[in-house]
Nanobody, 128 residues
Framework: QVRLAESGGGSVELGGSLRLSCEVS????????MGWFRQAPGKEREAVAR??????????SDNVKGRFTISQEDAHGKMTLYLQMNNLKPEDTAMYFC???????????????????WGRGTQVTVSS
């Protein structure tokens, strides 16, 4: 079973940067759709970015495109998923979650996949 653990959240000012990490264990080198989601207080959870692990194809929501970058690193049998966040805005304030599902590239590309595995989240706060 895939287990996910996020880290790297914190408090920054408008225009600042943060890099979130998601340590992935129990990954069987299959094709997963790995995603970052966020949820602000009183709002619904929204997808931020996702990556299909086979070719490393990436997809972004319109409100983070050009500012956020999702990537993966495979080393010594472990995978880490990253979310580099630049030019942060107060509206980026939320709890950020890492999620995964074993699925097809088409499902990942369309965003129609429903993650089966979730981390506990890491808080990002951006002040103006």
């Amino acid at each position: 079973q895939v287990r996910l653990a996020e880290s790297g959240g914190g408090s920054v000012e408008l225009g600042g940067s943060l890099r979130l990490s998601c340590e992935v264990s129990g990954w069987a080198y299959s094709s997963y759709c790995m995603g970052w989601f966020r949820q602000a207080p009183g709002k619904e959870r929204e997808a931020v970015a996702r990556l299909f692990t086979g070719p490393g194809t990436t997809y972004y929501s319109d409100n983070v495109k050009g500012r956020f970058t999702i990537s993966q690193e495979d080393a010594h049998g472990k995978m880490t998923l990253y979310l580099q966040m630049n030019n942060l805005k107060p509206e980026d304030t939320a709890m950020y979650f890492c999620a995964a599902r074993l699925t097809t590239k088409a499902s990942c590309a369309s965003g129609s996949y429903s993650p089966e595995n979730w981390g506990r989240g890491t808080q990002v706060t951006v002040s103006s």
